[in-house]
């Protein structure tokens, strides 16, 4: 599975963004996706993930109620919709999929969990 994220850009705080996170290969709909993000000099965390089917959602203390993830299986592509921005959101944002199409719920998805991982892209939220 190969993995492109997209959708990163500088915005004003309080503004919106979507992220996209498209995968090739079948069998993508089977996996469970998760977006993380990375700021520099700290660890990558997990904001958002989706089980295979959409049915369990995790999201971060950090980001509820501001972000959304959702999955469209025939378009083989995960979104993040993320509105209210702060600038504490600036990050490299990730998205990754994982074989296991299930989540725990209220579990922590942690990076080591994931076996594809996408290419970044940056999300600048200006003061």
């Known amino acids: 599975v190969q993995l492109q994220a997209s959708g990163g850009g500088l915005v004003q705080a309080g503004g919106s963004l979507r992220l996209a996170c498209a995968a090739s290969?079948?069998?993508?709909?089977?996996?469970?996706v998760g977006w993380f993000r990375q700021a520099p000099g700290k660890e990558r965390d997990c904001v958002a993930a989706i089980n295979w089917n959409g049915g369990t959602l995790y999201y971060a203390d950090s980001v509820k109620g501001r972000f959304t993830i959702s999955r469209d299986n025939a378009k083989n592509t995960v979104y993040l919709q993320m509105n209210s921005l702060k600038p504490e959101d600036t990050a490299v944002y990730y998205c990754a999929a994982r074989l296991a199409g299930w989540l725990v719920p209220g579990a922590k998805p942690i990076p080591g969990q994931y076996d594809y991982w996408g290419q970044g892209t940056l999300v600048t939220v200006s003061s």
């Open positions: 290969g079948r069998t993508f709909s089977s996996y469970a």
